[in-house]
């Protein structure tokens, strides 16, 4: 339960981590060498998604707590 609640917290952190960083891109045009960064952090994060969406499809979780990760990992997608 306590591993649940923790993957939810993150997930949550994570899509206002996106908010900020979009909102932040929108307020200032960054340099090209910046904005690669922002790139390969979006990537990396995706990476993490996927891979916990892995563990949980292996550990056969409850079917809500996919769902949202689905939504979250979609949410990057268009963010990127």
């Known amino acids: 339960m306590m591993m649940m609640m923790m993957m939810m917290m993150m997930m949550m952190m994570l899509v206002m981590l996106m908010m900020m960083t979009r909102k932040m ?3 200032m ?3 090209t060498r910046l904005m ?6 979006m990537v990396m994060m995706m990476m993490m998604m ?3 969406i892995m ?3 292996m550990q056969k979780m409850s079917t ?3 769902i949202i990760m ?4 979609v949410m990057m997608i ?3």
């Open 55 to 57: 563990l949980l499809m």
């Open 25 to 27: 891109m929108m307020m």
């Open 29 to 31: 045009m960054m340099t």
């Open 70 to 73: 689905m939504s979250t990992g």
């Open 78 to 80: 268009m963010m990127v």
């Open 36 to 41: 690669t960064m922002m790139r390969m952090v």
């Open 64 to 66: 809500m707590l996919l």
């Open 50 to 52: 996927m891979r916990i």
